[in-house]
């Protein structure tokens, strides 16, 4: 068996499953955010009052981490009050682990969940949000669901799974210099279209991912859910150990491949061929080389998300922005507070400051079009970000090119998609 | 089941689209149902007045994992959704919270059902009829386990 499938049989209490296979499997952990969990609450009060079920205690409120993400800060009314009944119902339960906005680390829940060591390798974790497949770079089995599934989890531990096929993508070698992750993800999604993988697993493997940072993985497997994967998967390795170390887990058990795992389909990349490239509008799957769009004016570059503002990403667009100034609006939204904080202490927040660029507060924000420099009818903006379907980041008729940190903020200087090649 | 169709001649349908991302906030499910299709058809709630089935093509409710994309739909009184193929949470959504019936369907039926056209679905006999052209297609039936999952009334009812 391959990873995916181990975890899901561990899960299910099968020693061997198959591609195909449906069961039940025990959840390990399960994220509830600011969207999911008010959908959860509502699906409880809707099966209460209908007499299916009655809701005294969850499962195990111990396996369960809250935390608000897209609506903050409250962007009105309804909004705020999502955020009461989320605290409301953490407290109902007895859920400790309640990340909150204002009140000390917080932040875009699929960052959260590596930033603070929440999901180990090889668990089952599901949460309520489609980018849940991130974590998955830790070695774990990540999948995104919605939040019937999420309530059905938390309430009785398990969920049903079909065991997806594996497609695997193999690297060989070293990115070269200005070239991403992303870019490297994008062209993947370019090649294999956005229902490429649906309802498999992607799993990465070999040298070139072996050689990759953590934080560089995890952009890899977040935007399988753009090719339509069930989850992304990389196998767990000494930095993945020392990673989480760092952030205080030091018991896990970790799974790795049998020797005659077997997948769909290998797919080879060679990471020298590899350059910096755009999604260009209206798909993620719409991929052309940065130098093949460089006529193309912006009117804002946008750095953050799940994505894209991982600490390491906003390095490499502080390695780009400093001492230049920006020519279009430029937000830095970092993914969490930790790594908003770890950003000031080395110097990142003045650089970015200094270029001109607004820093924000950790939130989904314009990601998701939901606040936080959405965009009017005809703008265009270059961003970090995962989606470009219309209207994802505002108005229906505004544009967005997704790209790598490099090319957000070479783009942030010089008005137009730009290659870091060329700056 | 029986119904009228609307028919959407594309692939890739997203959640964005079908419930757009300002309006996750929302809960209720006939505010949610206010602003279905909002992201691409404005004329959708005069079209669902009289019809209750969307037709479209491959990888319909792609992107996010937002349940509010299928409760629109459904609360607007959509109750089937024939697509070529289905993103997976999308469908899902749809079994696991019984708000409508993901069907898939093949090329030949697709391209045979028109705007207007009335069908009626048979679920135990995996047949569609087209009223409107007295026509009758198959429908790839339900795997196992959904299938379970939908007669008994989405998951919170189901009994393993």
């Known amino acids: ?423 | 089941m029986k119904g009228k169709v609307i028919k959407y001649e594309q692939d890739n349908i997203d959640t964005d689209v079908i419930l757009p991302g300002p309006y996750l906030k929302l809960h209720e499910h006939s505010e949610l149902a206010e602003h279905a299709m909002e992201g691409m058809d404005p004329d959708f709630h005069s079209k669902v007045k009289n019809a209750s089935i969307i037709v479209t093509g491959n990888n319909f409710g792609c992107g996010s994992s937002r349940e509010h994309a299928p409760i629109a739909l459904s609360a607007s009184g959509i109750e089937a959704v024939l697509a070529l193929s289905f993103a997976r949470i999308f469908y899902r959504n749809s079994v696991d919270g019984a708000y409508l019936l993901p069907i898939e369907i093949d090329e030949k039926t697709y391209s045979s059902i028109s705007e207007n056209d009335e069908l009626e679905i048979d679920t135990t006999k995996n047949e569609i009829k087209n009223i409107t052209k007295n026509e009758t297609y198959s429908m790839k039936p339900f795997p196992d386990l959904i299938g379970k999952i939908i007669e008994a009334g989405g998951l919170f009812k189901y009994k393993p």
């Open chain 1, 1 to 423: 068996m391959n990873i995916t499938e181990k975890i899901l049989a561990r899960g299910a209490g099968e020693s061997k499953l198959e591609p195909g296979d449906v069961k039940f499997a025990k959840i390990d952990k399960v994220m509830l955010h600011d969207v999911s969990g008010p959908g959860v609450i509502k699906t409880f009060e809707k099966l209460e009052k209908d007499g299916v079920i009655k809701v005294d205690k969850l499962f195990d409120p111990s396996m369960i981490w809250v935390t608000e993400d897209h609506f903050v800060p409250s962007v009105d009314k309804i909004s705020a009050e999502n955020i009461i009944k989320l605290s409301d119902f953490t407290n109902r339960f007895g859920i400790k682990k309640h990340f909150k906005y204002g009140m000390g680390q917080y932040g875009i829940c699929h960052s959260m969940s590596h930033e603070e060591g929440l999901v180990s390798p090889g668990e089952l974790y599901v949460g309520g949000d489609s980018h849940t497949n991130t974590t998955g770079a830790l070695g774990a089995f990540a999948c995104g669901l919605g939040h019937t599934d999420i309530a059905y989890a938390i309430l009785n531990g398990k969920l049903w799974f079909k065991v997806p096929e594996t497609l695997y993508f193999k690297l060989n070698g070293k990115l070269p210099e200005n070239v991403m992750a992303k870019d490297f993800i994008l062209r993947i999604i370019g090649d294999i279209t956005t229902e490429g993988a649906a309802g498999k697993a992607m799993q990465f493997g070999g040298d070139g991912i072996t050689d990759m940072s953590v934080e560089s993985r995890l952009t890899l497997t977040n935007m399988t859910t753009e090719a339509g994967a069930k989850n992304g998967i990389i196998e767990p390795d000494q930095k993945v150990f020392d990673y989480i170390s760092e952030r205080g887990v030091s018991k896990y058990d970790a799974v790795y491949d049998d020797d005659d795992a077997q997948y769909e389909k290998t797919f080879e990349y060679e990471a020298s061929e590899l350059e910096p490239v755009v999604a260009k509008p209206f798909s993620p799957q719409n991929v052309s080389p940065v130098r093949e769009t460089s006529n193309i004016e912006i009117d804002k570059s946008y750095i953050g998300s799940c994505t894209g503002a991982k600490y390491e990403d906003l390095v490499a667009a502080a390695k780009i922005l400093k001492g230049k100034k920006v020519k279009v609006r430029t937000e830095v939204l970092p993914a969490t507070i930790s790594i908003y904080k770890k950003a000031t202490e080395n110097g990142l927040t003045q650089i970015f400051i200094d270029a001109g660029a607004v820093v924000g507060p950790p939130t989904c924000g314009a990601c998701c079009g939901a606040q936080m420099g959405v965009l009017a009818k005809d703008e265009v903006c270059v961003s970090t970000t995962n989606r470009n379907f219309p209207g994802r980041m505002g108005h229906l008729e505004s544009k967005t090119y997704l790209a790598s940190p490099l090319v957000t903020a070479a783009s942030a200087i010089t008005g137009k998609l730009t290659d870091p090649r060329d700056l």
